[in-house]
């Protein structure tokens, strides 16, 4: 694809210093970039990358203009990195112009189903009785929407994801397990993306929630009646058991844990691998990591953890016998 940075300034603005017939035909990070790539700095940390990239055209913000301007073309921008997300988009949009959309012959839809006009079912997915997709979503290859699940509009499900499969729910029943059959359905919202081979499972009674604007990483496991709150975000391998409640705009680092019926307040961040035992009401930064080390020190670590509460007691019973 071949684009003149004149017409990209005209989509997405910002102020172009150079000359705007120049003809970019990639996106590259500065210290690959060639003379036919547009790139971007986001870190200031990083200008000496900057003054030695051979880019045909840097996006910066305000304070690296005058460094940019000496190098070669520039796009200023207040928010480079956003600026550069956007033509991310941008450019995709030129690239997938004439791909067809609609549903794979390969695709299996259940007549009762509904499937927006304007949205794509790739190759091998099933969508199942009573389901809906809106307007503009993409399925990709082998993803799965089971009974009355619904995805809202401009959502991107990505390979392999299972949306609507059954939660856990077994009541004990001598030595064995009875099912506790799982009625509920799933609602996804509208722009919503969810990584490869994620699970979302339906609700037991009421419904499993997603809210609008939520990104969901590959590999992350959404247990039944869990509601994920607008403009939530987790990274890969993430787990939240059964009917745990996260508000909006939180973050999930990689790997963490999120017991069942928890709640997490809005603007709550979890660092990865962070067990989350606990509802944590109030916004702020949250880790709960205990750092590796050889097993040995490891271990003794540990055991002196498991005494902590009662060294405790003895120093207020010290503190109290120094006050007398």
Known sequence: MRLELSSIVASLGGALYGDGSIVVTGLAPLEVATGSDLSFLSNP??????????AACVIVAPTMQSVAVMRGACIVTDQPYLYFARLTQFWKRRLDADKPRGIHPTAVVDAQAVVHPTASVGPLCVVERGARIGAD???????????DCVLGDRCIVHTGVVIGADGFGFAPNGDAWEKIEQLGAVQIGNDVEIGANTC??????????IEDGVKLDNLIQIGHNVRVGRNT???????????????EHCTVGGGAIILGHLTLGPHVNISAATLVSKSILKPGHYTGIFP???NATWERN???LKQLHSLRDRIKTLEKEIKK
């Not at 940390?45 to 051979?54: D, N, V």
């Not at 990274?235 to 059964?242: P, Q, R, S």
């Open 45 to 54: 940390r990083y200008q000496s990358q900057l003054i030695a990239s051979k």
């Open 137 to 147: 979503t993409v399925l990709k290859s082998r993803v799965t929407l089971g009974e």
């Open 200 to 209: 979302i499972d339906r609700g037991a009674l009421q419904d499993t929630v």
């Open 233 to 247: 975000a987790m990274a890969g391998c993430v787990g939240v058991a059964g009917s745990a409640t996260i508000g």
């Open 292 to 294: 590796v080390d050889d």
């Open 302 to 304: 540990a055991a002196s």
